[in-house]
């Protein structure tokens, strides 16, 4: 009875959604209700606990192997392993939905426990705005999306998880990632929430800029765990492809570190109202776009989910419904907004601005690369294929202003930054670039252009940060130094954290797309291929079994000019449920470069075997460099500010729209 169990908590859980935790709470704030207003925490804690179980009750059946359960009998099988088991549950359409509905419900309370010290009429209309997107997520997945469908009779054995997901990778992958889409929803209800209630202060920036921060470190990690994933499951060696799916979660990410500058001066100046709520409102909807791209069929991707065209006009609706709402909402109370203080054309708060205008429109470059073909083909006017040619054409010249940004925008003051000043400022900065820079190319042993432009701007990103950190100790004696450092906030140290993130995954990106090594062999065993420095002998190929699979596995033994030698196991396996050939990469990790094999198939009867060798140099530092960025939101939230009491008081529309002291 488990399944049904689960079925049942998932329509008391829409039930709640729909009366106690958003109708009611709405209603009440607009009339006064306190004990309407009240039971939206209520509603969203017991929504939780009611999604928690029918999320329960779906892993039960794919770990007792209840293959009553329809989609336990396609995603799993009696010798899947027991992770593999956990991680089956979201590896489909239907849980994926469900994992979606669980986090969403996971940040609704979340917002109910850490959301005391704010008004209550506040309070339950963002549990209110997240209870009515909740609302949409679990009709779509009762009505479209059933994941208890049972199976009459029971089978006596599963299929097979795709084999692509059986990976660790895949069990973090999708719940960091759901993480970051999901947690976007915060700060569009908090956006939401300040339009209804004619709000839009600078107060509501500092009670929602945690959660955005949260998310989007969440969401960093999610792309980088996942960009990994594809570089050592694939076996083509790279680790963006520029994917349809891969853009749908990159999308929300540059809005997102849009939005987040955006409540930065929001909080700090009372500027930029209107570019944060219209940013949390696109930061929301590219989420749910990505939603759509992968589970409506219309995508054909290693990422994607579904082939239902009719889930996807279903989320089409859903999508159309979200955004069409706030927008609305958006031109209703746009006008009445008074923006905050003044600044000038020399200021953080312009080059902030240039930044964030440089970040939506890399967003809309590529959402247009991703959608346009998709467009054309529903239209039956052509099939065309938009690839990586096409976006690093256009968007590394977008994005090269935004890395000069970073580092005139740390060193800018708010308000009015004199030129000279500023000048003073950066000399010394540039400077010290351009000598690492030229460093960097003579260590490397290339005088190739794009090299240097963008070895320089990773340079500069680095040491402006450090001119920044120099700049609060000036005038000060060696012995406060300490203390001048400790009165600097969370975010500030967050900041430099994370920029020192983008200029460590910008060195790694262009080192290992300008100096990297591929070679497409004949081996046999006993031969040896020269590779760069390193020499890769094929000492023998051997068969062994899996616990759901029996593979072929290749032993390479790799002589380097620099270090012993070290042996590489690859591998070409076959599940025996699912009868897929797949093949496991050979890595062998360092922090200056990656070793990396793809064996392929046979060759003359197999005598010998096609092999693909890689030598790619700084390659972990594109994922290094995404955690340092992680972290950095981590230490935001740590921000002292954030933990203090917010006066409770409510304004009339219109009344609270200047700036915040």
Not at 414 to 424: D, Y
């Amino acid at each position: 009875m488990m399944p049904e169990l689960g079925h049942f908590a998932l329509v008391l859980a829409l039930m709640v959604a729909l009366l106690p935790q958003s109708l009611m709470p709405l209603i009440g704030a607009a009339r006064g209700n306190a004990r309407w207003v009240a039971m939206a925490r209520v509603a969203a804690l017991v929504q939780l606990a009611l999604v928690l179980i029918a999320y329960l009750c779906l892993t039960l059946a794919f770990v007792r192997d209840d293959f009553s359960v329809e989609l336990a009998v396609r995603h799993s099988n009696l010798d899947l392993p027991l992770p593999y088991k956990f991680a089956a549950v979201w590896g489909n359409h239907e849980g994926s939905i469900l994992l979606w509905a669980l986090i969403l419900a996971g940040w609704t309370a979340a917002v109910a426990l850490r959301s005391r010290q704010l008004p209550p009429e506040l309070t339950a209309r963002v549990i209110a705005v997240m209870g009515l997107i909740s609302v949409g997520v679990l009709a779509f997945t009762l009505f479209t999306s059933n994941p208890f469908t049972r199976r009459f009779p029971p089978a006596s054995d599963g299929h097979d998880l795709n084999p692509l997901l059986q990976d660790p990778g895949m069990i973090f992958h999708p719940p960091l990632l759901y993480m970051g889409y999901v947690g976007f929803s915060v700060a569009f209800a908090f956006a939401a929430a300040a339009l209804i209630s004619g709000r839009l202060d600078s107060t509501w920036a500092r009670w929602s800029r945690p959660w955005t921060t949260a998310a989007w470190m969440f969401l960093t990690l999610g792309i980088a765990l996942g960009s990994a994933w594809a570089y050592y499951e694939l076996g083509w060696g790279g680790w963006w492809f520029w994917d349809p799916v891969e853009n749908a979660s990159f999308l929300p990410w540059l809005v997102g570190t849009a939005l987040i500058h955006s409540l930065a001066v929001t909080e700090k100046r009372g500027s930029f109202k209107m570019w944060t709520v219209l940013l949390a409102i696109l930061a929301f909807t590219l989420s749910l776009t990505g939603t759509f791209l992968v589970r409506s069929g219309v995508i054909t991707s290693v990422h994607a989910f579904a082939t239902d065209p009719a889930r996807g006009v279903a989320i089409l609706v859903f999508l159309c419904l979200v955004t069409g709402v706030s927008l609305a909402l958006f031109a209703w109370r746009g006008p009445r907004v008074r923006e905050g203080g003044s600044f000038d054309l020399v200021s953080r708060e312009s080059f902030l601005l240039v930044n964030n205008v440089v970040l939506v429109v890399a967003a809309a470059v590529v959402l247009l690369g991703t959608v346009y073909p998709l467009v054309l083909d529903a239209l039956d006017l052509g099939k065309i294929s938009v690839g990586p040619a096409y976006f690093n054409t256009v968007l590394l010249p977008l994005l090269t202003p935004a890395l000069l940004l970073m580092g005139v925008a740390s060193l800018a003051r708010w308000r009015r930054s004199p030129v000279a000043e500023l000048a003073l400022r950066l000399r010394w900065a540039l400077a010290a670039s351009l000598a690492l820079a030229a460093g960097a190319m003579l260590a490397v042993g290339s005088a190739r252009p794009q090299l240097a432009v963008y070895l320089f701007l990773a340079a500069w990103v680095v040491t402006s940060s450090l001119a920044a950190v120099a700049g609060h100790l000036r005038g000060s004696a060696v012995t406060r130094w300490v203390d001048r450092l400790s009165a600097q906030t969370g975010s500030w140290y967050g900041m430099l954290l994370a920029h020192l993130g983008v200029a460590v995954f910008a060195i790694g990106v262009t080192l290992v797309s300008h100096l990297e090594t591929e070679q497409e062999l004949r081996m046999e065993v006993g031969a040896t291929a020269q590779v760069g420095r390193h020499a890769f002998t094929l000492e023998r190929v051997d068969n062994v079994d899996g616990p759901n699979y029996a593979a072929l596995r290749a032993r390479f033994e790799v002589r380097s000019e620099d270090g012993p030698p070290v042996e590489i196991l690859a591998e070409k396996r076959l599940y025996r449920a699912s009868e897929t050939s797949m093949t496991e990469v050979g890595l062998r990790r360092g922090l200056l470069r990656d070793l990396y094999i793809s064996l392929g198939e046979p060759l003359d009867g197999g005598r010998a075997w096609s092999v693909r060798i890689y030598v790619k140099p700084f390659v972990n530092w594109i994922w290094i460099g995404c955690v340092l960025m992680a972290l950095g939101g981590l230490v935001a939230l740590g921000d002292r500010r954030y933990r203090l009491h917010v006066r409770r008081r409510e304004a009339p529309v219109g009344a609270a729209e200047g700036v915040a002291t």
